[in-house]
């Protein structure tokens, strides 16, 4: 489980995240949503410490998080796996090698079982063949299935996506989408995606938060996203002709 | 003035971080062979041809000047081979390096935070400054001297075949004058410079690309940046250390 409790980070005095406050719990995707510039790639750098906050705490099952000395924090960051948005493979490694990194540094294991792990990490993610391939050979959905592999190939607890379905077709986005879902519950695993793309939200939407200017301006589910009755959220939902249409259908 | 101190204090953070324990050193071992490859063995192409031309360059412009039959032939050797072994093989190389080598480093580095792939190794609990950039570091001091001992050889025989080309010095009374009053002191003094010269160029290019943010436009300022402030670099330890070694 992850907490945030009353966080406000600014940027040269310019507040990007006023006063969030949430709960993000195990074995469920939880998605926070809003438009573009809206702070929620920064709360969920903050989250994961890339930012620090200025006041406030980040809980990571009731250690707070944000207060911990570098060495500590470095302990928790080995259980967190993220996926950003380009993928943010070593382009100068191959596919196996971006796989296997966490596990060279971190664990002893010998290498025929580390190759082991890297392949059914891979075929996980459904891929295969693809242990040779460097990241400039492979296309955008096997960047992001090649990142997935690699954060979790550490059996992570806490899993952050950010924007996982950008720059991605509808097929292989809800391949993605499903992807994360099933990893979250097979492990029960805090997963935390930041997304702006409704047919995730409608797909795995199972706890949203959305972000307006900065501050937290509602949550639920996907569920109820669809009959609430907050202008700004229905702005940002209904601009999507597919979140009309699910609307529509649920009324007849 | 606060702006360079804070680059200055922004770069001894940085190295305490870089030279802090690294995770494992199995993985650090590969990583410095790897980058021997790419930023030594990959170098010493355009070591011999710089060298090769700077030592025929040199010879020529000994002769002219030294062009009397009061002084012997035999200097112009002499003085061919300390103006390599003094200062081009190490100096002149060194300023070639910064601009291959530190810009290589410096767009590398800064594509890599561009692309969040640092942010990602910090995530992983990887030190990537010290997993990025140590290797580059300890590669470099060991192999630019080996660069630096291969551009003293091959510039003091390009000399020797410019003399064979053109006549315009005798080749037996430029091989005596190689060999003439030498000091192996100035070899040590070379190398210990190209070592220091390695560390000032990688550590600097490191730090204008772990430090590059923005697009590629700021990756590009990164690396001009890096090769600048490497060189200018190059120059004051130069007149440090030949006053520390030579005085």
């Given at each position: 489980?992850?907490?945030?409790?009353?966080?406000?980070?600014?940027?040269?005095?310019?507040?990007?995240?006023?006063?969030?406050?949430?709960?993000?719990?195990?074995?469920?995707?939880?998605?926070?949503?809003?438009?573009?510039?809206?702070?929620?790639?920064v709360l969920l750098k903050s989250l994961v410490g890339l930012h620090k906050i200025d006041s406030g705490n980040i809980f990571y099952n009731d250690i707070c998080f944000n207060t911990l000395p570098f060495a500590q924090m470095k302990a928790i960051r080995k259980e967190v796996g993220m996926l950003f948005q380009g993928g943010a493979l070593l382009d100068s490694s191959n596919v196996e090698e971006n796989v296997r990194l966490p596990l060279d540094l971190f664990t002893n294991m010998p290498m025929d079982e580390k190759?082991?792990?890297?392949?059914?990490?891979?075929?996980?993610?459904?891929?295969?063949?693809?242990?040779?391939?460097?990241?400039?050979?492979?296309?955008?959905?096997?960047?992001?299935?090649?990142?997935?592999?690699?954060?979790?190939?550490?059996?992570?607890?806490?899993?952050?996506?950010?924007?996982?379905?950008?720059?991605?077709?509808?097929?292989?986005?809800?391949?993605?989408?499903?992807?994360?879902?099933?990893?979250?519950?097979?492990?029960?695993?805090?997963?935390?995606?930041?997304?702006?793309?409704?047919?995730?939200?409608?797909?795995?939407?199972?706890?949203?938060?959305?972000?307006?200017?900065?501050?937290?301006?509602?949550?639920?589910?996907?569920?109820?996203?669809?009959?609430?009755?907050?202008?700004?959220?229905?702005?940002?939902?209904?601009?999507?002709?597919?979140?009309?249409?699910?609307?529509?259908?649920?009324?007849? | 003035?606060?702006?360079?101190?804070?680059?200055?204090?922004?770069?001894?953070?940085?190295?305490?971080?870089?030279?802090?324990?690294?995770?494992?050193?199995?993985?650090?071992?590969?990583?410095?062979?790897?980058?021997?490859?790419?930023?030594?063995?990959?170098?010493?192409?355009?070591?011999?041809?710089?060298?090769?031309?700077?030592?025929?360059?040199?010879?020529?412009?000994?002769?002219?000047?030294?062009?009397?039959?009061?002084?012997?032939?035999?200097?112009?050797?002499?003085?061919?081979?300390?103006?390599?072994?003094?200062?081009?093989?190490?100096?002149?190389?060194?300023?070639?390096?910064?601009?291959?080598?530190?810009?290589?480093?410096?767009?590398?580095?800064?594509?890599?935070?561009?692309?969040?792939?640092?942010?990602?190794?910090?995530?992983?609990?990887?030190?990537?400054?010290?997993?990025?950039?140590?290797?580059?570091?300890?590669?470099?001091?060991?192999?630019?001297?080996?660069?630096?001992?291969?551009?003293?050889?091959?510039?003091?025989?390009?000399?020797?075949?410019?003399?064979?080309?053109?006549?315009?010095?005798?080749?037996?009374?430029?091989?005596?004058?190689?060999?003439?009053?030498?000091?192996?002191?100035?070899?040590?003094?070379?190398?210990?410079?190209?070592?220091?010269?390695?560390?000032?160029?990688?550590?600097?290019?490191?730090?204008?690309?772990?430090?590059?943010?923005?697009?590629?436009?700021?990756?590009?300022?990164?690396?001009?940046?890096?090769?600048?402030?490497?060189?200018?670099?190059?120059?004051?330890?130069?007149?440090?250390?030949?006053?520390?070694?030579?005085?």
């Amino acid at each position: 489980m992850i907490r945030a409790d009353h966080i406000i980070k600014s940027f040269d005095g310019r507040i990007v995240l006023n006063d969030i406050t949430a709960e993000f719990t195990p074995g469920i995707t939880n998605l926070i949503i809003g438009q573009s510039g809206s702070g929620k790639t920064v709360l969920l750098k903050s989250l994961v410490g890339l930012h620090k906050i200025d006041s406030g705490n980040i809980f990571y099952n009731d250690i707070c998080f944000n207060t911990l000395p570098f060495a500590q924090m470095k302990a928790i960051r080995k259980e967190v796996g993220m996926l950003f948005q380009g993928g943010a493979l070593l382009d100068s490694s191959n596919v196996e090698e971006n796989v296997r990194l966490p596990l060279d540094l971190f664990t002893n294991m010998p290498m025929d079982e580390k190759r082991d792990r890297v392949n059914f990490c891979l075929k996980r993610v459904n891929l295969g063949n693809v242990n040779h391939l460097y990241p400039a050979e492979l296309s955008g959905g096997m960047i992001k299935r090649v990142a997935i592999a690699r954060a979790i190939v550490l059996n992570p607890k806490y899993l952050f996506c950010d924007e996982p379905n950008s720059g991605l077709d509808p097929m292989t986005s809800v391949l993605i989408d499903n992807l994360i879902q099933e990893i979250t519950q097979e492990y029960n695993i805090t997963t935390i995606i930041n997304t702006h793309d409704m047919n995730s939200v409608m797909e795995i939407g199972e706890h949203i938060i959305f972000i307006y200017k900065g501050e937290k301006w509602w949550e639920g589910t996907k569920h109820d996203i669809l009959h609430t009755d907050n202008q700004e959220l229905n702005d940002f939902v209904f601009a999507s002709a597919m979140a009309k249409r699910a609307k529509a259908a649920e009324q007849q | 003035m606060k702006k360079l101190f804070e680059y200055i204090g922004r770069y001894f953070i940085l190295m305490g971080k870089v030279f802090s324990k690294p995770e494992k050193r199995t993985i650090y071992w590969q990583r410095i062979l790897v980058e021997m490859q790419a930023l030594g063995l990959s170098s010493i192409g355009i070591v011999a041809i710089i060298s090769v031309f700077m030592g025929a360059v040199i010879t020529i412009q000994m002769a002219l000047n030294f062009e009397s039959p009061f002084i012997p032939q035999y200097l112009i050797g002499y003085a061919a081979r300390e103006s390599m072994l003094l200062e081009f093989s190490s100096t002149i190389v060194a300023l070639i390096l910064a601009g291959k080598v530190g810009s290589n480093i410096a767009s590398e580095i800064g594509t890599m935070r561009i692309t969040e792939q640092i942010d990602a190794l910090e995530i992983m609990g990887v030190n990537s400054a010290s997993y990025l950039i140590l290797p580059k570091i300890i590669s470099t001091v060991i192999f630019f001297p080996f660069l630096t001992t291969l551009s003293m050889g091959i510039g003091i025989a390009g000399g020797y075949v410019l003399c064979i080309l053109t006549g315009a010095v005798n080749p037996d009374a430029y091989i005596t004058g190689i060999r003439y009053d030498f000091k192996p002191f100035y070899i040590t003094y070379s190398l210990i410079k190209s070592s220091v010269f390695a560390f000032v160029i990688t550590s600097i290019s490191g730090f204008f690309g772990y430090y590059a943010n923005g697009n590629s436009l700021e990756v590009g300022r990164a690396s001009t940046q890096a090769v600048v402030i490497s060189s200018i670099a190059i120059l004051i330890f130069n007149l440090i250390l030949t006053q520390l070694l030579l005085m």
